[in-house]
């Protein structure tokens, strides 16, 4: 479960807690799962700009988070264009609620 406010991530066993930056770009493909999200969008939301080397500072910061995600959500590259979240964004296909508060997720 992503908490936006607390810039957390509450995963099966353990809360991830993320950059202002990782949080922004969870948020974004969150709230756009199953579509893709692509570079150009990124880049403005982080960075208000879209170049070469903002593209490549998008990659290394979508790298981190998959890293710290690892095994809780899966975030899919679609080379040339974005990234994109699953319907089901949730690795665990078994877990449907919190574990720590019990909420629905």
Same mark, same amino acid.
């Given at each position: $479960?992503? #908490?936006? #406010?607390?810039?957390? %991530? ?7 807690? *993320?950059?202002? =930056? ?9 709230? /756009?799962? !199953? ?6 969008? *990124?880049? &403005?939301?982080?960075?208000?700009? $879209? ?6 500072? $998008?990659? /290394? =910061?979508? %790298?981190?988070?998959?890293? &710290?995600? =690892? !095994? @809780? ?10 990234? +994109?979240?699953?319907? /089901?964004?949730? +690795?665990? =296909? ?5 574990? %720590?508060? !019990?909420? @629905?997720?």
């Amino acid at each position: $479960m992503h #908490d936006e #406010d607390n810039h957390i %991530f509450i995963g099966t066993n353990r809360i991830i807690d *993320l950059t202002v =930056k990782e949080n922004k770009i969870l948020s974004l493909l969150i709230h /756009n799962k !199953g579509k893709v999200v692509t570079y150009e969008q *990124l880049c &403005k939301l982080i960075y208000n700009d $879209m170049d070469y080397y903002l593209k490549q500072c $998008m990659s /290394n =910061k979508v %790298f981190k988070l998959r890293k &710290k995600l =690892k !095994g @809780e959500v899966e975030i899919l590259t679609i080379r040339e264009i974005g990234y +994109k979240i699953p319907t /089901n964004i949730y +690795k665990n =296909k078994d877990v449907n609620y919190c574990p %720590f508060c !019990g909420k @629905e997720i």
